[in-house]
């Protein structure tokens, strides 16, 4: 479900009510009920400030957003905070290693990394924060990728770790499907307006070519720089799109089969040097299930 917002302003003849009253009378289908659940979410903003008091009074001419998603519909489901290394949470993400200053996890495709519009509770970071206490978001990994990220638990390492995405001294490298057969290439093509370099290694070749269906090739992409959608756009940019990339015309179908179970992107590999010992540690996760048991499939259509 895509997020809605919905802004208006406080009218004359509403000057005391409740937050969670004015706003049913502004938001069509919303009941009174669901208004709490969404300002409890964290899907109100009064003022562009975000606001969790629903019994708040409101007075003329104040602005009030109201950010409904996905998060409403999964409002009564209870967020299990993560609990030690390697536990697994009820949404997936595992941390693969803990210390005082950093914190590593492989997050699951479909979990949001940290807050959005529509609600501050129930992502990652929020979870880290209640299992750990004093957390920090150092990079994002976006909502259908699956991979490794570190946080920072101190201020310290925050700004440590930050400065080194900033001068790209983080190693970071993905595994991919793409669409067709891609060769080895770097690929130095601006995204958001800035320059971003991707350096792109085919791994194998994946369900071989014929009439009726299109080939694929596992790769392995590392980042030099780190923009939005960096790899997909770059990929798609090719004419070779992530796999079950439908932002950016990876759907698979009659022209691609076994269809990929969502997008072929995963975070494999993070190095960085640690921001308390200097010393270089690298991580590694391995393909998540859904994707590695798709690949297999592939393989079985190779010719």
């Not at 390492?157 to 995405?165: C, I, M, Q, S």
């Not at 590392?222 to 939005?228: A, C, D, I, Q």
């Amino acid at each position: 479900m895509s997020t809605t917002s919905t802004r208006f302003e406080v009218a004359a003849d509403e000057v005391g009510l409740r937050l969670d009253q004015v706003i049913p009378r502004h938001v069509a289908g919303l009941s009174r009920r669901k208004a709490r659940a969404v300002i409890d979410l964290g899907g109100v903003f009064v003022d562009a400030a975000r606001t969790k008091v629903a019994s708040r009074a409101m007075r003329a001419g104040q602005v009030v957003v109201v950010n409904i998603g996905g998060a409403l519909e999964h409002a009564k489901e209870a967020v299990v905070p993560l609990a030690a290394v390697d536990a697994p949470t009820t949404l997936g993400a595992r941390v693969v290693h803990v210390d005082p200053h950093v914190i590593v996890v492989d997050k699951p495709a479909g979990l949001v990394t940290a807050p959005t519009p529509e609600s501050d509770r129930g992502d990652l970071f929020d979870q880290l924060k209640r299992a750990y206490g004093e957390c920090y978001l150092v990079h994002r990994l976006d909502l259908p990728t699956s991979g490794l990220l570190v946080f920072a638990r101190t201020r310290d390492a925050n700004k440590r770790l930050g400065d080194a995405f900033v001068r790209h001294d983080i190693d970071r490298e993905y595994r991919a499907v793409a669409i067709g057969a891609v060769s080895a290439q770097t690929i130095d093509a601006p995204v958001g307006g800035k320059r971003a370099v991707t350096h792109i290694t085919p791994l194998e070749a994946l369900g071989g070519e014929s009439r009726d269906t299109r080939g694929a090739t596992l790769l392995s992409v590392r980042l030099e720089t780190g923009r939005s959608h960096q790899i997909r756009l770059h990929l798609a940019g090719l004419g070779h799109p992530v796999a079950g990339d439908h932002q950016h015309g990876g759907e698979t179908g009659r022209t691609f089969i076994p269809k990929a179970p969502r997008l072929a992107l995963h975070a494999a590999l993070l190095g960085f040097s640690h921001p308390a010992t200097g010393e270089r540690v690298r991580f590694d996760a391995p393909l998540p299930d859904d994707l590695s048991a798709w690949i297999e499939r592939l393989r079985g259509r190779a010719d």
